[in-house]
């Protein structure tokens, strides 16, 4: 690495450097895991001026972003809304809730924001393909930016993965391969062959894929003055790292004066990073046979959790854990009170922020950004929600009116409006 470089890799525990051309994902000196970092004294980027007038967007943000973003392999991802929630607040007992909606990006998960730029490495460093271990966003996104690039693609994913993304990652022309196990098991399978195969890995634990997430953190830091809690939901660790580097270099730069806390939320059955958290360890153990609902944060060995655990602990946040029964609660008020579909992994974040209420963790005077992760149709389950009424009619036969009226609905409408 030339001294004059504006941006290296490096490791997080040797601090060994390596160019940015590095093709590896983890440090060749220690096995640990790598940052991008920017020389912050070498960005000219001291003020919001220069992105103010450009699209909404991860690449708003191209400065920070050091790949060449003239050859940038996107789909337009990022941007997405930030939702005041004032009947949802309510429900939680907060005096404020927004909602960052990831569902709104091109594959339906904050992971296109990754993989925009990931891709855009990978297509630099003339890779033959790209792989990665998912339990199915992570394919799904994958597997539509391997397309944009014309890129070979080979997803691996666990024989439970929801439904929805399994779909677009067979849609986008991803070779699929279903592992009989856990997520844990696949990304093992990932990391012992894909030198092999040849193929470029782009798991989370790869570094760029981090370096596209921050811009959730630069878009919440361009959106929102004041002061905030940030509420993320937790599997492999690398978002919420990602947010907090963002929001950190933008710190640094002295683009902001506060940086919000980061509350980590994961759920009961697989919860290693939230336990290492709560019980002030330094060291993650992680869980064999990780069960929940949400299964996009089914996880029992967090790769970045050294990366969640400093964003955790430098801004003064903290981690939460929430049964499935709470999460499916949190989706059914996301939906019902404000519109918004999300998925169970995504709902997680509400039910986490709700329950620390309740414990009496954070003061009902907060206000709060629940990320939002994916969306409800990624995991199409009908048996998570009870219908409000469910009517079937034999054409001709049967009127809907009458129908209605035998289940009191008409009436009941007219008396809770
Ligand atoms: C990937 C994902 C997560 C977890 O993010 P990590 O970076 O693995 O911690 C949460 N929710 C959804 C919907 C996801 O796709
Ligand atoms: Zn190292």
Redesign the pocket.
């Known amino acids: 690495m030339k001294k004059d470089d504006k941006a290296w890799l490096q490791c997080i525990n040797c601090q060994a450097v390596y160019p940015l051309s590095y093709r590896g994902y983890i440090c060749r000196e220690c096995g640990d895991l790598l940052d991008v970092v920017l020389d912050l004294d070498r960005v000219d980027t001291r003020s919001w001026s220069i992105f103010k007038d450009r699209p909404k967007g991860v690449w708003r943000y191209r400065e920070l972003i050091p790949v060449d973003s003239s050859k940038k392999v996107t789909l337009n991802e990022g941007g997405t809304p930030l939702i005041e929630c004032s009947r949802l607040s309510k429900w939680v007992g907060l005096k404020k809730i927004y909602i960052k909606f990831e569902g709104a990006n091109p594959t339906g ?3 296109d924001r990754g993989m925009t730029v990931a891709v855009t490495k990978a297509v630099e460093l003339k890779v033959k393909g790209v792989i990665c271990a998912s339990t199915g ?2 394919a799904a996104s994958l597997a539509a930016y391997a397309a944009r690039a014309g890129l070979p693609c080979i997803t691996v994913i666990p024989q439970d993965a929801a439904l929805g993304k399994v779909f677009q990652a067979l849609a986008h022309g991803a070779v699929l391969v279903k592992v009989r196990g856990s997520f844990d098991q696949a990304l093992r399978i990932v990391f012992s062959e894909a030198e092999e195969i040849g193929y470029y890995i782009l798991n ?1 634990v790869n570094a760029w894929r981090l370096e596209g997430q921050k811009t959730l953190g630069y878009e919440l830091a361009e959106e929102l003055g004041g002061e905030y809690s940030v509420f993320v ?8 790292a990602a947010i907090w580097k963002g929001l950190t270099e933008l710190k640094n730069l002295g683009l902001i004066e506060n940086t919000p806390k980061m509350f980590g939320v994961q759920a009961e059955g697989a919860a290693p990073f939230a336990k290492m958290v709560r019980e002030n360890r330094d060291i993650l153990d992680p869980i064999k046979d990780p069960q929940t609902i949400a299964s ?2 089914r ?1 029992g060995k ?1 790769v ?1 959790w050294k990366k969640a655990l400093r964003a955790i602990r430098e801004s003064r946040g903290d981690a939460v854990i929430v049964s499935d029964m709470e999460i499916r609660e949190a989706q059914a008020a996301i939906a019902r009170l404000e519109g918004l579909g999300v ?1 169970p ?2 709902a997680a974040s509400v039910a986490g922020a709700k329950k620390m209420v309740e414990e009496g963790r954070i003061s009902p005077d907060e206000v709060i950004v629940c990320i939002c ?2 969306h409800l149709l990624k995991d199409p389950n009908p048996e998570l929600f009870k219908p409000k009424a469910l009517i079937e009619i034999e054409p001709g036969k049967q009127k809907l009116t009458h129908e209605l009226s035998k289940l009191n609905i008409l009436q009941l409408e007219t008396t809770t409006h």
């Open positions: 998960s904050f992971k966003n992570t989370s939901p937790v599997g492999n660790c690398g978002n919420i996009a944060i996880i967090p970045n998925e992994a995504s992760t994916g």
